[in-house]
């Protein structure tokens, strides 16, 4: 799979993305925070096959879907737990933050909170699925999934700002 | 009119305004272009009137400003490196042929240069609207239109300023030329200097306050004294806005700083076009009819051969690069601000060549595709 980004000066970025099985998706994030996607068969088209309009709401209830974490095939004692409400959140790392310059795993996210880092935003990178080794940078932005209560927990802790 | 109070008839104008937005947004129509239309309609009411000016003037300041705070420098740097070859072309073909093509119709210096300035920059609302409306913002060749379109955002304030600088002193020599570059270039390197080493320190305190209600201020503030040095200097006030946009960018809140001024630009910048429209008068009917038709359809060459020569340089293939020329005839914005240093006659005419340009435009973009597919369907039988 490919995928390339762009900047559309004045109206947000690009993201093209060819499948494997040839299927060419373009994600445009608006800076206002409109969501477009688009599928074209030929990336020269004049016209995308469709398109469709995600407002900011929408385009993150799906992003949770499509990462497995609302709706995973699962056997049925675990279906229980999923169907309690299970968030995406964002924490910018200030500088004050217990969180900053530990790994990880010296922070002990999961075990004092419940709530798991998803991946890392920093400068212009996504460290996604990161290594319990990764160490937590000052101005890094987390991305986290929990609970409502682990997250307030996580919240409250440190003096790490929610972004949501 | 005379005897209500101003307020209540400036109040008729905002609401005006409300249904000329809306109306335009229903009909697809670019609502520039009925603002000005606006403007000449109320001729006989708000000519000369100062407070319109005052507006007008404001409006635009802002929207150069607003616009300057998207692009920090390492931006502009990098969009420039791979539009630049384009951008040039740009300048060349339709600048320098529109001003050629006056003066072979016997205008003068500085009538031909404003003409070549109008003719000159693609309008970049209507084109964004255009690809939007169109579902179009995710082809390929719109990377390549939108840099194209911020290259002459990039050259139009120093092309204004040019030609705002001869407007006073009509001669055109090489020591004139040269102190106006050394101006843009002192001008624009205090910029830099004053947002690199600077604003760029200002991230934690605009952090810290940009919920208060007193940012404004310091915004605006930046960008009318700025914006006036410019003018002091003769030069003209739409670089100096635009420069202070990009210092303030360097703070690296843009997205910020652009949401607190965005409500105000949006009320004052639709003065300005509606100034515009009172500034016009068809006394003599529409002057010099053959040029004009001549400088429309160069237009529409001028902005194909960008297209194709310019995108082949950016990388794109034939049929998108036909796409992209086609899709850039709409002139607007830019053209008016640039008409608005004109006389009274060019005026009309201008205006005409704008909503004129504007029309064709819309039509060539909606058949851009099958024009491109044909075009390029023919080179390929060639071959």
Redesign the interface.
Known sequence: MQIKT??????GM?H?ITTASGDNI?I?TH?HGQR?I?H?DD??????TF?IELNDDEARKIGTILLGVDYQPVTEEKEECFSQEIRIHWFDVKPNSCLANMTIKEAQIRKKTGVTVLGIKREHDFIGSPDPTERILVNDKLMVTGKKDPIKRLESMCSSINLE | MENLPELFSAGLLLIAFFCISFISLKFNIPSVLVFIILGLALVPVLAGNETIHLLAEIGIVLMFFVLGL??SIA?ILR?AKTIWVAGIMDVVFNFGGAFVLALIFKLDFLSAAIIGGIVYASS?SIT?KLL?E???????E??FM??L??FEDLVSPILISFLVALNSDQNLSVGLTVLILAKVLALTLGAVVIGHYGFSKLKDFIDNYIESDFLTFLMVGIAFIYSGLAMYIGLSEILGAFLAGVMLSETGNS?ELEHLLLPIRDIVLPFFFLWFGTTISFGGGVPMLPLLMILIVWSIVGKILVGTLGGKAFGL?K??SY?AGLSLIQRGEFSVIIASIALPQLMAFSSVYIIVSAFVGVIFFQK???L??WLSGKHKKKA
Do not use: C, H, Q, W
């Open positions: 762009s900047d559309l000066p004045g109206i690009k093209a373009i445009l800076y477009d688009y074209f990336l020269e088209d004049d016209m995308p398109s | 998207e692009f931006k969009i970049s964004a939007e169109n579902k179009r913002l995710a082809n390929v719109t990377e939108l840099a379109l911020i997205s293939s049929r998108p796409r851009a595709p099958a491109s597919k």
